[in-house]
């Protein structure tokens, strides 16, 4: 997988800016984002630039409202629990759905490309991860809470939640 970032003149706001992929047998797109504000998409195969755009979303958006629900809506309980558990659910099932399709794409193999290798990586992960908040949700309910046990069961959770990030 290779990226490419041209840069217009820097104080030359007329100059297009371009971001740009290329690689494997999957095509190429672009992203063409002139001074105007403007931003124009080119490519030659769909299913990919939609792979990079839902995913961007889904570990863009939705990985950041999983770590602003926990941090910062503690005080709302009810709220933060259900925007946590709804928006880890989609990014089970964006992740899920696009990495099969894609490994589809390929004919049913995985492309030995770093992109696609971490890919099947963050697929296995956040499975485990969602499995594990389940669980973790699951013990809270039967523990005490702030017991030695209970918080090393959510710093487990909480730990692998960034790590994956960090990763997408």
Known sequence: M???FKIGGLLNTTVPRAVGFHGGNCGHWG??????GA???IGTYDFFKLHGWLMWLT????????????RYLKSQWAWHLWMHRITGTIILLMTLGLGI???KEYGWSVYPAIHNIIGVIVI????LITLGGVFTRSRMMRL????SK????????????YIIIIIT
């Open 59 to 70: 570990w863009g958006v939705l990985g950041f409202l999983q770590l602003a629900s926990n």
């Open 124 to 127: 296995s992960v956040v499975t």
């Open 150 to 161: 209970m918080l090393k069961i959510k710093r487990g959770h909480q730990l692998f939640g």
């Open 101 to 103: 399709l894609s490994i």
């Open 144 to 147: 005490k809470w702030n017991t």
């Open 39 to 41: 931003v124009n998409g």
């Open 2 to 4: 290779i990226f490419a």
């Open 31 to 36: 992203i063409i984002i002139r001074g105007s």
